[in-house]
């Protein structure tokens, strides 16, 4: 059975592709086969996160319009075999995707993969809606912040509406994965904490990811973050939340942040009394 | 200040949370509707207009996003004479 997941946001820079990329090698590491769909046609990043920048051949553009195979287009991670990446086209733009031509594309990776995880492009337009089309579950991202929190709110709308599962009169199964966390702030009171964003949201909670410098030494050297740094607690997160996926119980303590130090803890304690 | 305000100056967490519960209220309620108070404006402009000669350039619209209770408030100069008449 493959499953089609989108990685979604509404806002920028909240961390999709960083998630994206983590979440799928957790999962080709877990043994499923897996493809990464950059759906950011004229922004790709994704290939550069994956460090298969210079291997980008063909791309999303070519194959939905017919100018390439599929099996041309995917690029096979040189470190998981199991793990691929199908490019976003970094010179047209994203009225060069069309429905049907998606439609297509999708199709024929549900038959090669167990996971098609799309990487959706911020906003609101079509790059966004034709990532979450063919969605059978959505990842969606946000920051303990207040932009960021309602651009999410406005996507669940969207997950809600503007689907295929949606159409079909379905529920879309949606997850919550809180980035750039900080739980030591969180706790002095001066960051909404996951409890705040989870009632406003109002959808399960897959993982939280602190804010952690392991995810930009990650991207420098592209390499996803589960795979350069396993035993980081930003890769246990993804693991956790990989495994939820999967239909899988990790133990808690991978899904919710450390509290902060011995300091902040101190301080948290007093502050929040 | 003390020690104790020092740590508690920045709480602004809860701010947060609260200006995005009032919003998002209202941003679900509207949903593919946010374009709500310019229809109602027009109609209502429209409706006035069959009546009194109205200045486009002389209307006010106010909304006002509170809590409980929100106004549309529309302000509209009426003409010296249609005021006299009416």
């Given at each position: 059975m493959s499953k089609v997941l989108v990685v979604t946001s509404g806002k920028g820079g909240v961390g999709k592709t960083t998630s994206s990329a983590a979440l799928g090698a957790a999962l080709a590491q877990a043994g499923q086969n897996v493809v990464l769909v950059d759906f950011d046609v004229g922004l790709r990043n994704l290939d550069l996160v994956m460090g298969a920048e210079r291997r980008v051949v063909f791309d999303l553009v070519n194959v939905v319009q017919g100018d390439a195979k599929l099996p041309q287009a995917l690029i096979r991670d040189k470190r998981l075999e199991t793990l691929h990446l199908l490019p976003a086209s970094q010179t047209r733009d994203k009225d060069a995707l069309t429905a049907e031509g998606v439609e297509r594309v999708i199709y024929e990776l549900r038959e090669r993969f167990d996971w098609i995880v799309c990487d959706s492009p911020a906003g609101i337009e079509k790059g966004a809606t034709l990532a979450m089309r063919h969605a059978d579950?959505?990842?969606?991202?946000?920051?303990?912040?207040?932009s960021s929190v309602r651009d999410s709110d406005r996507i669940i709308g969207m997950l809600d509406s503007?689907?295929?599962?949606?159409?079909?009169?379905e529920t879309m199964e949606k997850h919550l994965l809180v980035t750039r966390y900080d739980p030591a702030r969180a706790s002095r009171g001066e960051m909404m904490k996951v409890e705040d964003v989870l009632e406003i949201l109002a959808i399960p909670l897959l993982a939280v990811v602190a804010?952690?410098?392991?995810?930009?030494?990650?991207?420098?050297?592209g390499c996803p973050v589960t795979l350069h740094n396993p035993h980081s607690a930003v890769s246990r997160a993804y693991d956790a939340a990989a495994r939820r996926l999967m239909g899988q119980s990790p133990p808690l303590e991978d899904v919710l942040p450390k509290r902060g130090g011995l300091f902040s803890r101190l301080f948290g304690r007093r502050t929040a009394a | 200040m003390n020690l104790f305000g020092l740590f508690n100056r920045n709480r602004s967490a809860?701010?947060?949370?609260?200006?995005?519960?009032?919003?998002?209220?209202?941003?679900?309620?509207l949903a593919d509707r946010t374009d709500l108070a310019a229809v109602l404006q027009q109609?209502?402009?429209?409706?006035?207009?069959?009546?009194?000669?109205?200045?486009?350039?002389?209307?006010?619209?106010?909304?006002e996003r509170g809590a409980h209770v929100s106004t549309l408030a529309i302000d509209i100069e009426m003409p010296e004479e249609s005021a006299a008449a009416g």
């Open positions: 579950a959505a990842v969606v991202v946000a920051n303990p912040e207040v503007k689907t295929r599962l949606a159409e079909q009169g804010e952690s410098r392991d995810v930009l030494t990650a991207s420098n050297v | 809860p701010a947060a949370r609260e200006r995005l519960q009032l919003l998002l209220a209202h941003e679900r309620a109609e209502i402009l429209a409706v006035i207009a069959r009546h009194i000669p109205i200045d486009r350039d002389k209307v006010m619209v106010k909304l």
